[in-house]
């Protein structure tokens, strides 16, 4: 669906990212795991068309993106981040905004709104303003805002990571379900192994802005990488057998 190749990203002369090769690929959710700076946003911001890459070519489609078609593409995305980032007005308001801007409207709009706040259980928040939802609910209101876009692809930066624990295994086991049954391709960042069980088995592991591992979540787990970092995150889930799998 999209993928990449010889991609560098160079930051204040800093590389950042040096990939090779990578597809994400259509109908799949992959996740991204890495330590904190090892380039997991960015990789996600290069994939989702939000940041050019210094050198490197990036395809969706099969089609090479240029600054020509790159909003066309864009249209096809939604990107969830970690702060919900909704505007002061209400959460109907918040989910129709992008279906306004692609032209929705009337009965159109307030049935597809209304179907994803059912989806993601927030239909009794619908006239609710921002500052008086939970963090969990104003995830699940910018989880609605992006699949209301229906889009071909969604990508996910830490979503749940400011959240506590429950209210994250909830709106992860939601978003799994969401995931299993649309067949839209995603790409979830995270930093912890935990959670990803729940939304795949298809783990990319990333360490200073390179791809140290790439396959199932329970290959890595049984065979391990030779890698210092992957081996730092996982030795608190290894040491109690924590982490849940299919
Ligand atoms: N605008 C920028 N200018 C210079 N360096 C940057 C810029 N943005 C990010 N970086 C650096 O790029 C590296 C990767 O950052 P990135 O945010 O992609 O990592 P991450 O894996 O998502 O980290 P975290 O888990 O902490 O969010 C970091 O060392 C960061 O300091």
């Given at each position: 669906m999209i993928s990449v190749e010889n991609l560098e990203l160079v930051k204040e002369k800093r590389t950042i990212l040096q990939i090779e090769k990578f597809e994400l690929k259509q109908?799949?959710?992959?996740?991204?795991?890495?330590p904190n700076g090892a380039g997991k946003s960015t990789f996600l911001k290069v994939m989702a068309l939000l940041?050019?890459?210094t050198r490197g070519k990036v395809f969706f489609a099969g089609r090479e993106v240029t600054k020509k078609n790159m909003i066309a593409f864009r249209r096809r995305m939604a990107v969830v981040f970690q702060e919900p980032l909704l505007l002061n007005t209400t959460v109907f308001n918040n989910?129709?905004?992008?279906?306004?801007l692609r032209g929705i409207r009337g009965d159109k709009l307030t049935?597809?709104?209304?179907?994803?706040?059912?989806?993601?259980?927030?239909s009794d928040l619908r006239d609710r303003k921002p500052v008086y939802l939970s963090g969990g609910e104003a995830q699940r209101v910018s989880l609605a805002r992006a699949f209301a876009l229906?889009?071909?692809?969604?990508?996910?930066?830490?979503?749940?990571?400011?959240?506590d624990f429950p209210t994250r295994i909830n709106l992860l086991e939601d978003l799994g379900h969401l995931l299993g049954n649309s067949g839209v391709t995603a790409m979830f960042v995270t930093h912890d192994f935990n959670e990803i069980p729940y939304l795949t088995n298809d783990v990319v592991v990333i360490d200073r802005g390179k791809l140290v591992f790439e396959g199932l979540l329970k290959k890595l787990l049984a065979e391990g990488v030779q890698n210092d970092t992957v081996q730092h995150l996982l030795s608190p889930f290894k040491k109690f057998n924590q982490i849940r799998l299919f």
């Open positions: 109908g799949k959710t992959q996740a991204i795991i890495g940041e050019q890459p989910v129709a905004l992008g279906l306004k049935q597809r709104v209304d179907h994803w706040l059912e989806r993601l259980n927030i229906e889009p071909e692809v969604v990508f996910l930066d830490e979503p749940f990571s400011a959240l």
